[in-house]
């Protein structure tokens, strides 16, 4: 039996000392993330200040610096 919901897949993950704040889009609030968050990246969409936008394992939107970025390898 096959699914209907769509599978995403996680390429990337926060990577900061342990706990940073972003800005979350859709609540206009700051939240507190742990290192190590997966997400998925929106690359053609950037703030003013250069910020990529994605979206965490729970369904956040935030705004994430590039060096607070590593991409995940699957081999």
């Known amino acids: 039996m ?8 996680y390429t990337h ?3 900061t000392e342990k706990y940073e704040w972003y800005y ?3 609540s206009r609030t700051m939240i507190r993330l742990p290192s ?3 997400i ?3 690359p053609s ?4 200040r250069g910020r990529t936008l994605a979206i965490t394992e729970i369904g956040d939107y935030i705004y994430v610096e590039e060096d607070g970025i ?4 699957f081999q």
């Open 24 to 26: 979350e889009v859709k």
């Open 2 to 9: 096959t699914s209907s919901k769509t599978q995403f897949e």
């Open 36 to 38: 190590g968050t997966r």
């Open 45 to 48: 969409r950037k703030d003013a």
């Open 13 to 15: 993950i926060l990577n």
């Open 70 to 73: 590593l991409e995940i390898n």
């Open 40 to 42: 998925i990246l929106y």
